[in-house]
């Protein structure tokens, strides 16, 4: 249960931020991407400043499918008793 508020407090400002990210896409990435094709700025630049909050939002897309493996996984754990698996114990092991 901890583990699905620890998503939820991270998943907020990650809206938020995502938000802003598809208000810029869909705001100023025309803006952008027209000020490049007229020639007043840089067609490299206006194109990197156009997709930027595209790529920030997939990086964003992975990571949370990452931090949403790990915390089910985490939270099947504890829901199944077994506080630390194979693996861990094994590694454990080694270690002592």
């Known amino acids: 249960m901890i583990w699905r508020a620890l998503i939820l407090i991270l998943t907020v400002p990650v809206a938020i931020c995502a938000a802003a990210c598809l208000a ?7 803006v952008l991407l027209l000020a490049g094709y007229l020639g007043w700025m ?3 630049l ?5 997709t930027l ?24 754990e504890l829901r ?4 630390i698996t194979f693996w861990w ?4 092991s080694r270690l002592s």
Do not use: E, H, K
């Not at 810029?24 to 025309?30: D, F, I, N, Q």
């Not at 199944?80 to 506080?83: A, S």
């Not at 114990?89 to 454990?92: A, E, G, T």
């Open 42 to 44: 840089p067609r490299t």
């Open 24 to 30: 810029w896409l869909l705001l100023a990435s025309p």
């Open 80 to 83: 199944t008793g077994n506080w």
């Open 89 to 92: 114990r094994l590694w454990w």
């Open 53 to 76: 909050p595209a790529l920030f939002l997939a990086l964003c897309a992975a990571l949370q499918s990452i931090v949403r493996l790990i915390v089910s996984r985490l939270d099947d």
């Open 46 to 50: 206006a194109i990197d400043y156009a």
